[in-house]
């Protein structure tokens, strides 16, 4: 089984900031890997695929990069809805998910 | 717009069957260019792929739970199903279904249900 390892556990930012979370996986996972926004009490959103393409509606501010084994998701300028939990997965061996990162108000 | 929903029992007692189905609303199951499946999260925790299942009834599951899972579909109701068996506490979770994208069986999860909560309790 593939192990995805996010980083860090909870970031606080203020709203305007940048953000940047990180997802290691414990073997090569080529670009097949995916990021997810959830809030509470709602389902995970798709935000980018392949490492790096945004979904449908996606805001330009939210951009992936990596291949491999380590990938970051940005989020150049923190908006209020912005504030939730984050999910990276990878789909190259089947679907492992990382544990999240959790994005909060500073 | 496509629509998922999942139905079923929000309380299963030890030992018996969890049972799911997901209704899609918008585009159908038999679609070649998708496939469909089921994602699990225990209150508090994070999300765990329990299966896919591909329109013409070819299944995928989850190693750990493959014993346990079975995911079938019903095209002429646009509908696909889970059925865990011997279910404990462990299996309480919030169960999502979602229609999965991609190519080949490099597949993401690309629209979720809102999700059903499943409580194994007596």
């Known amino acids: 089984e593939i192990v995805m390892t996010q980083s860090p556990a909870t970031l606080s930012v203020s709203p305007g900031e940048r953000a940047t979370l990180s997802c290691r996986a414990s073997?090569?996972?080529?670009?097949?890997l995916a990021w997810f926004q959830q809030k509470p009490g709602q389902a995970p959103r798709l935000l980018i695929y392949g490492a790096s393409t945004r979904a449908t509606g996606i805001p330009a501010r939210f951009s992936g990069s990596g291949s491999g084994t380590d990938f970051t998701l940005t989020i150049s300028s923190l908006q209020s809805e912005d504030f939730a939990v984050y999910y990276c997965q990878q789909y190259n061996n089947w679907w492992t998910f990382g544990q999240g990162t959790k994005v909060e108000i500073k | 717009q496509l629509q998922l929903q999942e139905s079923g029992p929000g309380l299963v007692k030890p030992s018996e069957t969890l049972s799911l189905t997901c209704t899609v609303s918008?585009?159908?199951?038999?679609?070649?260019?998708?496939?469909w499946g089921w994602v699990r999260q225990p209150p508090g925790k994070g999300l765990e792929w329990i299966g896919t299942?591909?329109?013409?009834?070819?299944?995928y599951y989850n190693p750990s739970l493959k014993s346990r899972v079975t995911i079938s579909v019903d095209t002429s109701k646009n509908q696909f199903s889970l059925k865990l068996s011997s279910v404990t506490a462990a299996d309480t979770a919030v169960y999502y279904c979602s229609r999965q994208a991609g190519i080949q069986l490099w597949l993401y999860p690309d629209q979720w249900g809102q999700g059903t909560l499943v409580t194994v309790s007596s």
């Open positions: 073997q090569s996972v080529r670009s097949n």
């Open positions: 918008g585009g159908p199951v038999s679609s070649s260019s998708y496939y």
């Open positions: 299942i591909y329109y013409i009834g070819k299944t």
